[in-house]
T-cell receptor, first 110, second 115 residues
Framework: AQKITQTQPGMFVQEKEAVTLDCTYD???????LFWYKQPSSGEMIFLIY??????QNATEGRYSLNFQKARKSANLVISASQLGDSAMYFC???????FGPGTRLSVLP | NAGVTQTPKFRILKIGQSMTLQCTQD?????MYWYRQDPGMGLKLIYY???????DKGEVPNGYNVSRSTTEDFPLRLELAAPSQTSVYFCASSTLSGMSTDTQYFGPGTRLTVL
């Protein structure tokens, strides 16, 4: 069975600094994909970035990038130049069955 | 382009009542999902569907039923509501074509309280 682990219940970062949110996973599949979503306090789920297991390069999308280490089964989200609007819950999820991790609450400090 | 729509946005039920949460998508996605999110927690998959006429259980299906008669609609039925079903319910859809552009589109959610 596929499983997602996010070990950081909460994180703090100073505005304009970079922050890394951890995501580790367990799967026996050779082909898989991982998503990251943002959920602000308003409640909607916002897609951020996707990484496929066979993608040769780490995914990037604006200020978001993935530090994908396949051998270590980790797909950490890096947010550069944090903004106050980045304060939210962040979820990692498998593409195949859309199982979500428990999430990390990020708070950006002014 | 409406995306994924859910109705109602809010609902209060009494214990033992039944209701149907509606979900519609206009993106012609084959895959549709129902999740629940308890306060301060992540999303848990209730049911999903890979196409019209095909549904399957997720992690927490007990107390719920679904049907998928069309590509667009995926209603979730609660029978005999219980306080443990107090949660925010999200419907979602996706293509899962295997492309890197695959993603899951979420509806705005339905906040359900069972008293």
């Amino acid at each position: 069975a596929q499983k997602i682990t996010q070990t950081q219940p909460g994180m703090f970062v100073q505005e304009k600094e970079a922050v890394t949110l951890d995501c580790t996973y367990d799967t026996s599949d050779q082909s898989y994909g991982l998503f990251w979503y943002k959920q602000p306090s308003s409640g909607e789920m916002i897609f951020l970035i996707y990484q496929g297991s066979y993608d040769e390069q780490n995914a990037t999308e604006g200020r978001y990038s993935l530090n994908f280490q396949k051998a270590r089964k980790s797909a950490n989200l890096v947010i550069s130049a944090s903004q106050l609007g980045d304060s939210a819950m962040y979820f990692c999820a498998f593409r195949q069955n859309f199982v979500f991790g428990p999430g990390t609450r990020l708070s950006v400090l002014p | 382009n409406a995306g994924v729509t859910q109705t109602p946005k809010f609902r209060i039920l009494k214990i033992g009542q039944s209701m149907t949460l509606q979900c519609t998508q206009d993106m012609n996605h084959n895959y549709m999902y129902w999740y629940r999110q308890d306060p301060g927690m992540g999303l848990k998959l209730i049911y999903y569907s890979v196409g019209a006429g095909i549904t399957d259980k997720g992690e927490v299906p007990n107390g719920y039923n679904v049907s998928r008669s069309t590509t667009e609609d995926f209603p979730l039925r609660l029978e005999l509501a219980a306080p443990s079903q107090t949660s925010v319910y999200f419907c979602a859809s996706s293509t899962l074509s295997g492309m890197s552009t695959d993603t899951q589109y979420f509806g705005p959610g339905t906040r359900l309280t069972v008293l």
